[in-house]
């Protein structure tokens, strides 16, 4: 995927794609020393003639972030530390021409929040959080709804509360996410980073662990973080198996 920017290094990196091919991610660019020239967001599509067109948001990258688009052309992500929303508008080719917002989605007050998944109703995934300083440092798992409500999920335990959304289903009555106890790094003693990680599944207002859901790990010791949820209730994460770290796939059973 090409870039709008021009330099002695350039990088692109998509991070979201829709079921109609639109495209949204980041690039970059640098000087022989790897010195940051300048950065931006972008959308790519690809038309019937396999031509690549581009979109340039205004609000760039690394102070604005995306992190999902779904099939309506709305693109979610954070900017100012606050969790946001942008909605792309398409000219009469159905090519992206525009983008009003970002909109803020409040952070539930917390210190700051992000937007990780939006489902094509609007419903929006992610998390609202403070700075980590110590291990009863917090983050809660969030739904944004498209009627302006919000929806915090509870911890998985007592103990994991560093947690987040990352999909919520077409109906908002599921999400899957992530939660992590806090784990101070012994040779830097005002350092916490998230440990002892899980995924989640959130049901009908109640949160399970996955791992206590599953009913054959085919090989795996445990599930470590749940990263999406297609709409057929597939969840995909990453997973402990012989010691190592490999991805997984976890299939509703009725």
């Known amino acids: ?59 760039g990258w690394p102070l604005y972030d995306v992190s999902d688009v779904n099939n309506l052309g709305e693109v979610v992500g954070s900017g100012n ?26 952070t539930l007050g917390f210190p700051y929040s992000e937007a990780l998944g939006i489902n094509d109703a609007g419903d929006i995934a992610g998390r609202a959080y403070e700075d980590i300083a110590s291990h009863n440092s917090e983050s809660k ?5 498209t009627d302006g409500a919000t929806t915090v999920i509870p911890h998985v335990s007592g103990q994991k509360h560093w947690s987040s959304a990352r999909r919520v289903d077409a109906t908002a009555t599921r999400a899957i996410g992530t939660s992590c106890e806090l784990f101070r790094i012994t040779f830097k003693p005002k350092v916490y980073v998230p440990h002892d990680c899980e995924p989640f599944l959130w049901h009908d ?34 997973g402990l198996k012989n010691d190592e770290s490999h991805a997984y796939v976890a299939i509703p059973v009725e």
């Open 1 to 59: 995927l090409p870039s709008t920017l021009s330099g002695a290094i350039v990088s692109t990196e998509p991070l979201a794609i829709s079921d109609t091919g639109l495209i949204v991610g980041r690039t970059a660019a640098g000087d022989e020393n790897g010195q940051l020239l300048a950065s931006s967001l972008l959308v790519w599509q690809v038309d019937a003639n396999n031509q690549v067109h581009l979109f340039e948001f205004e609000d």
């Open 81 to 106: 530390g606050e969790a946001v929303v942008w909605q792309l508008t398409f000219d009469a080719n159905g090519l992206v021409n525009g983008a009003s917002g970002p909109i803020g989605l409040g």
């Open 141 to 145: 798992a969030v739904l944004w709804h």
């Open 205 to 238: 207002g109640q949160t399970s662990p996955l791992n206590d859901l599953i009913s054959n790990f085919d090989g795996f010791t445990e599930l470590l973080g749940g990263q999406d949820m297609n709409a057929a209730g597939w969840i995909c994460g990453r």
